[in-house]
């Protein structure tokens, strides 16, 4: 039974990540970017998970995750894609986690890491 309940937490994730798929491209298009070829649902709930898997979610193993996904030169777009996975952390399977400290300590560094990449998009646009 556990099993089952975490793989459906893990549908849970995907199926998250499917619902922002036309979110995702309008406001990459808002923005005039280009949405790499790599970012779809598939990745990005690959990405969120193995992120989870980690003991300590931190703003520098977030920040990694714009290389795997081609981002890492455009803030705007590393904006949107890690707003989309902090409320990924809001809405999905608390199965995910270790602990709910883990999920507060999860959403404590997506909300830094957003912090830190508007205030880099504010400075580029000075």
């Keep these: 039974i556990e099993d089952a309940?975490?793989?459906?937490?893990?549908?849970?994730?995907?199926?998250?990540?499917?619902?922002?798929?036309?979110?995702?491209?309008?406001?990459?298009?808002?923005?005039?970017?280009?949405?790499?070829?790599?970012?779809?649902?598939?990745?990005?709930?690959?990405?969120?998970?193995?992120?989870?898997?980690?003991?300590?979610?931190?703003?520098?193993?977030?920040?990694?995750?714009?290389?795997?996904?081609?981002?890492?030169?455009?803030f705007a777009a590393q904006i949107i894609i890690f707003s989309q996975m902090r409320d990924a952390i809001r809405n999905t399977s608390m199965k995910l986690y270790k602990s709910n400290k883990h999920r507060l300590e999860a959403l404590d560094a997506f909300i830094e890491t957003l912090e830190e990449l508007e205030e880099y998009l504010e400075e580029e646009e000075d």
């Design 5 to 74: 309940q975490m793989l459906q937490a893990i549908l849970g994730v995907y199926r998250f990540f499917i619902s922002r798929e036309g979110l995702i491209s309008s406001q990459f298009d808002h923005f005039g970017l280009i949405l790499p070829k790599i970012l779809n649902f598939e990745m990005l709930s690959k990405l969120f998970i193995n992120l989870l898997k980690e003991r300590y979610v931190t703003s520098e193993k977030i920040s990694l995750l714009a290389k795997h996904l081609g981002i890492s030169e455009e």
